[in-house]
């Protein structure tokens, strides 16, 4: 989709939907929750990117700091000054700034030092490959420890085990994501599980 320029209809989309999404279920009085959306390196590049977005999202009137738009890490070392304008353009019009699949070999600490990021996603290979030994978990506790003192929130992705699970809340881990926790299911189901772990709680 990136190679025929089909996925920046599609990023559109789904960016339309979860704003769509969240203003039908304030309307219907149901619990609505923080959402994070992935944009394409062909998305984020558009002209029309920003303003596109800020206009959807005053559209379905969505408040400051509920939407996160995540950008991957390959996509950010290779154009991260580009990149430090537009997340200055996106945090005025009220929106977070992930920097997604950290650690998958792009990795640049001057990167995080000049781009703005809300929130530091930890891909899933780097924690499954690093837990393997005692060094590498050394290094994710000191790279979430790093990115916490200078203001990022982490969320570790591709959890699948509740050994890293715990290991993560040790290290001291804003969230995680992953099978351990669901698999990707449809709304509707999220609705069922979501009472039935509240009334589990």
């Known amino acids: 989709f990136e190679?025929?320029?089909?996925?920046?209809k599609?990023?559109?989309?789904?960016?339309?939907?979860?704003?769509?999404?969240i203003e039908e279920r304030t309307a219907l009085g149901q619990v609505v929750y923080p959402v994070s959306v992935n944009v394409s390196r062909v998305t984020a590049t558009q002209p029309d990117f920003v303003s596109y977005y800020t206009?959807?999202?005053?559209?379905?009137?969505?408040?400051?700091?509920?939407?996160?738009?995540?950008?991957?890490e390959s996509f950010a070392y290779e154009n991260y000054e580009y990149l430090s304008g537009v997340i200055a353009e996106l945090h005025a019009a009220g929106f977070l700034c992930s920097l997604?699949?950290?650690?998958?070999?792009?990795?640049?600490l001057n990167m995080l030092k000049t781009t703005q990021f809300d929130v530091l996603k930890i891909d899933r290979s780097f924690l499954s490959e690093f837990m393997e030994s005692d060094r590498g978990r050394k290094i994710?506790?000191?790279?979430?420890s790093m990115s916490r003192?200078?203001?990022?929130?982490?969320?570790?992705?591709?959890?699948?085990?509740l050994d890293q699970a715990k290991f993560l809340n040790s290290c001291g881990c804003d969230a995680a994501q992953g099978f351990y926790y669901s698999r990707p299911?449809?709304?509707?189901?999220?609705?069922?599980?979501?009472?039935?772990?509240?009334?589990?709680?």
């Open 140 to 144: 994710i506790h000191h790279t979430i």
């Open 10 to 21: 599609l990023d559109r989309f789904v960016f339309y939907r979860a704003c769509e999404n």
């Open 3 to 8: 190679e025929n320029g089909f996925i920046n």
């Open 100 to 108: 997604d699949d950290f650690g998958t070999g792009y990795s640049s």
């Open 149 to 161: 003192d200078i203001g990022l929130d982490i969320i570790a992705e591709g959890v699948e085990t």
């Open 55 to 72: 206009r959807i999202k005053r559209k379905f009137n969505i408040r400051d700091g509920f939407v996160t738009l995540e950008f991957t």
């Open 185 to 201: 299911i449809p709304a509707e189901d999220f609705d069922e599980k979501f009472k039935a772990d509240r009334n589990m709680a």
